[in-house]
């Protein structure tokens, strides 16, 4: 008797039970499930450009960053610090008051060094 380890060892039962052909999709399957519309959609965003969990390769990740570079960089700095709040129905918060006192502060101090030069 031979005491190699590995499948297909067992004399007992039918081989055909160790075979795992009808687990695995035929490449009919396959092809169909990659021409089904759900495929090729996904959701917006479902591909972050900096997770590193991504499976895209890094050419495939370089292209899209250059793709999308541009899209969506819109001035994010807050020009009006009460906006937010009252854009919600809300008073704005003290800090907001102040920091909107000292936005006003500095443009009239860069207005009058302006004004000099």
């Not at 759900?38 to 292209?63: F, I, P, T, V």
């Not at 704005?92 to 101090?109: N, Y």
Request: glycine share 8%; no cysteine; aromatic share 2%.
């Amino acid at each position: 008797m031979s005491h190699n380890s590995g499948a297909m060892m067992s004399n007992v039962g039918n081989p055909q039970v160790y075979n795992d052909g009808d687990q695995r999709p035929s490449k009919h399957e396959i092809e169909e499930a990659q021409n089904h519309p759900a495929y090729h959609a996904g959701a917006e965003n479902s591909h972050q450009d900096l997770d590193s969990k991504d499976s895209r390769s890094l050419a495939n990740r370089l292209n899209h960053a250059s793709k999308h570079q541009g899209e969506g960089e819109e001035d994010k700095t807050v020009h009006d610090p009460l906006k937010p709040a009252q854009d919600q129905g809300h008073e704005p918060s003290r800090g907001a008051k102040i920091d909107k006192e000292l936005q006003e502060e500095d443009e009239a101090l860069l207005r009058k060094k302006g004004a000099k030069h």
